[in-house]
């Protein structure tokens, strides 16, 4: 006796499932096809930059009003658990600091900025220190310098 292959159409998708997959494939547009790179994108939903540098599981650790770091849940011995970090009310931030030419920051410039011309969010010079030697190790992973705020 053969066995005939029968093939069954996919139920209908409820309204939550659709509102998901169309959540889903938002967030993916930011994800560029292809094996992982580091990436650096803005969101403008969430007026957030974003950068990171290695597909993994990670923890966001909120460090002040304007910055989160993210980090490797289970980096490897020889890795740095640092992937990442989000620079939050982005748009704003650069517009203050005069960091936007022609719709476009410049990730360092941006980070200079964060360390140098707004102090006010961290907690004292060794802070600024710490967390400036973190992100410039992230922005040395990065071929992206260069962002667009639209």
Known sequence: MVKQRVFIPPPELTPEELRLAHLLQNHLQYMPPGPFKPVAFYRPKLDQIEVIIRDCSTTHRKINGI???????????????HVGFVI???????????????????????????????????????????????????????????????
């Open 67 to 81: 910055l989160t770091i993210m980090e490797d849940n289970y980096p490897e011995p020889s890795e740095d658990v």
């Open 88 to 150: 939050d009310c982005a748009h704003s931030f650069c517009t203050t600091y005069g960091l936007i030419r022609d719709d476009q920051v410049s990730l360092p410039e941006v980070v200079d900025a964060l360390f140098n011309k707004a102090p006010g969010f961290f907690a004292g010079i060794d802070e600024i220190r710490y967390y400036s030697e973190i992100i410039g190790k992230i922005l040395g992973e990065l071929k992206i310098k260069v962002l667009r705020l639209v």
